[in-house]
């Protein structure tokens, strides 16, 4: 197989992460005989610091013509003073949006030998297995109205939570199928009870749900939701829900697993998918070798599978980043007594012998 993969490290321990997930996929491409080539981008504070914009016109058609894009973070409290448009931020939005990846998938699952490094009982955690369906190019981060205008006396702050039948029906889809390989259940999460976005999301849900007899489909409000995943998270499967909603409940499903440092996300829709941890770019432990590349190495081992098809490679990755935790390697987010401290290099350097072993 020959492809080419967009590599946009962007800010922070993203330069540090980043390389070590392509030191693997690499490794990747030499055992299994693929040709991968690896074209490098700015994207994000790095970018505005060159060229002015969080998300240069180079970087969106290198991204447009590879085969997958592999990005690590953006931002930082360096770039938070600038005017809104002109942020970081607007550069991962910006490639969403462009590239048409409408649905997030933010695995959660537990590594049984980190049950220790969760704030979580053991007992809460032990066993969860969930996926995040997260709808990414819709919702208030791109509904219209949204600005900030003057009124008298002050100022108006707007944003808009919109979804149409088609952008729920796609979404909802995604949801189903990626059931239809796990356990089979779908909790949609809204906020039916109040909100009319939320009224449509449920019935199209249960419209395209004619479809999955055999998924089990339930709803659930938001607000419940968040409180589920810290009662029982193992109730899940496939949580299924809008922009804003799995922004907020990803962060929180990857503190069951441990740390944030661990999860992986794909973003998928009709072009080139995207690959990136699900953490941002932890701006106070940057450039310190203290970063957990786990997550930037799960997320490149779900761009083997996911755009390349490549089931077999991607779990060898996976089978070296739990071999090496079993070996007791840990990074300091998920470090506890009895077990090695490492940095981001060592980790990644310990992983890559395992997959050279494997
Ligand atoms: C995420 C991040 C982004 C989001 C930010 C950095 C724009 O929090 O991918 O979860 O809100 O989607
Ligand atoms: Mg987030």
Known sequence: MKARIAV???????????????????????????????????VGGSAIDKVGVPLPQETLALAQQSDAVLLGAVGGPRWDGLEYHRRPERALLGLREQLGLFANLRPARLYPMLAEASTLKREVIEGIDLLVVRELTGGIYFGKPKGIEKIPGGERGVNTEVYTTEEIRRIAKVAFEAARKRRRRVTSVDKA?????????????????????????????VDNCAMQLVRNPRQFDVLLTTNLFGDILSDEAAMLTGSIGMLPSASLGAR???????????????????????????????????????????????????????????????????????????????????????
């Not at 392509?22 to 080539?37: D, I, N, P, Q, S």
């Not at 506890?336 to 072993?357: C, D, H, P, Y």
């Open 8 to 42: 946009l490290p962007g800010d922070g321990v993203g330069q540090e992460i980043v390389p070590e997930a392509v030191r693997l996929l690499k490794a990747v491409g030499e055992r299994f005989h693929h040709v991968f080539e690896f074209v490098s981008g700015d």
């Open 193 to 221: 009870n109040v909100l009319e976005s939320s009224e449509l999301w449920r019935r199209v849900v249960i419209e395209v749900h004619t479809g999955y007899p055999d998924v089990e489909l339930s709803h659930m409000y």
């Open 272 to 358: 080139a998918g995207l690959y990136e941890p699900i953490h941002g770019s932890a701006p106070d432990i940057a450039g310190k070798n203290l970063a957990n590349p786990i997550a930037t190495i799960a997320s490149a081992a779900m761009m083997l599978a996911y755009t390349f098809h490549l089931d077999k490679e991607a779990e060898a990755i996976e089978h070296a980043i739990l071999k090496a935790l079993e070996q007791g390697y840990r990074t300091r987010d998920i470090h506890s007594r009895g077990t090695k401290l490492v940095g981001t290099a060592e980790m990644g350097q310990v992983i890559l012998e395992n997959f050279n072993q494997g």
